[in-house]
Structure formats: structure tokens, C-alpha cells
């Protein structure tokens, strides 16, 4: 799944956010463990890593740009570890094409 590899590329700098979300996971499951009856779902893999994204912050082009063109930057160092070896199969696949 896409969401997944990108949120082992996640940069290490700034990985605390995934576990601030992992956190918010399990207080939704004790809150539905206190009332006695599921209530409440956990965030899909897309809301956890749109979390990530979009906790930064941006110049108002930049703001723009992520909410109408869905740009979440992919080449940014500043987001992404782009050195990360959880790439090394997609860029073995891809470079057969280019």
C-alpha cells in the first residue's frame, strides 16, 4: 500500500508525528473499550499519513497548492527520506524503464 511505504519514508526528524497519531489510535480504542461498544473507528492509513503532511507548515502558495492540487512535495528532503532503502524495490522496478 502506498500510505505504508510512505510512512516508512517519513523523515526521521520529524517520525515523532506518527507515533503522536499511533497514540491518538489507541485512546480512540480505550474510549470505545470505557463506553462498552465500538463507537468509534480508528483512522485509515491515508488519514495518519495526510496527518503527517499536512501538520507542516507552508507559505500560503504553498498551502494552495497541497489543498487544490493535492501537491505533497514527494521530492522534498524536508517530508521525505528519499535515501531510504525501503525505495530500493520501487527504483530497481522503475529504472527498467527509464
Do not use: C, H
Request: charged share 35%; hydrophobic share 35%; net charge negative.
Amino acid at each position: 500500500m502506498f500510505e505504508s511505504l510512505l510512512q516508512k519514508i517519513v523523515n526521521p526528524k520529524y517520525s515523532k508525528l506518527l507515533d503522536f497519531f499511533s497514540e491518538y489510535e489507541s485512546k480512540i480504542m480505550e474510549f470505545n473499550t470505557q463506553l462498552k461498544e465500538d463507537v468509534f473507528e480508528t483512522p485509515d492509513e491515508k488519514a495518519k499519513i495526510y496527518s503527517y503532511i499536512s501538520a507542516f507548515k507552508r507559505s500560503n502558495r504553498e498551502k494552495e497548492s497541497f489543498k487544490n492540487k493535492g501537491d505533497w512535495d514527494f521530492a522534498n528532503e524536508k517530508y521525505w527520506n528519499l535515501e531510504s532503502s525501503e525505495l530500493n524495490p520501487l527504483k530497481d522496478f522503475l529504472a527498467k524503464f527509464f
